[in-house]
Each structure stands twice: as structure tokens, then as C-alpha cells.
């Protein structure tokens, strides 16, 4: 199967995985970067700059983020109940 952008000189990463995403294929070329369409572990696709893949800089659609956020969200509301548990507590 031949590629249908032409990736030049740069590295092909076609079925290489990265963090959450595997690579699926080139899918277009600007400024000699090339962007990768990716299928995310979520089963998201997303499409991605080549050096922020071998870099390591993009390794999900963006769900791992937000899964870190929700981490902290929700550490940070278990923190608020302790806190309110032990204010109802004191009322008592
Ligand atoms: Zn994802």
C-alpha cells in the first residue's frame, strides 16, 4: 500500500505506538513536518505533528490530560468532604 503523501526524508511511524495513540498514517505535509493521523486508546482519532510523537511531547487525543485532571478534580472534592465531615461534626 503506497502511502498517499509523500513523508520525504521523515521518519515513517506508520503503525508505531505512542503512549495512549497508534499511528495509523501520513496525512499531510507542511513547512517539512508531517501529521500523522492517530487512533487514540479512547477510540478517538486525532491528528498529530511527527516530532510531537517521537518526542514524546503528544501521547493521547488529549483524554490523558484530562484523566489527570479529573484525578486532581476529584482528589481535590475528597479532600472538601473530609473537610466538611469533620466541620458537621464539630456542629454536633
Ligand atoms: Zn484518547
Do not use: H, Y
Request: hydrophobic share 25%; aromatic share 4%.
Amino acid at each position: 500500500m503506497k502511502p498517499k503523501i509523500d513523508i520525504g526524508r521523515c521518519k515513517d511511524l506508520s503503525r508505531k505506538r505512542f503512549g495512549r495513540l497508534t499511528v495509523k498514517k501520513p496525512l499531510s505535509k507542511r513547512d517539512g513536518k508531517v501529521f500523522w493521523l492517530c487512533r487514540c486508546r479512547c477510540g478517538r482519532l486525532t491528528v498529530v505533528n511527527g516530532a510531537n510523537l517521537t518526542s514524546g511531547k503528544t501521547r493521547s487525543c488529549g483524554c490523558l490530560q484530562i484523566e489527570v485532571l479529573d484525578d486532581i478534580i476529584q482528589k481535590t472534592r475528597k479532600r472538601q468532604d473530609r473537610t466538611d465531615t469533620q466541620l458537621r461534626r464539630l456542629e454536633q
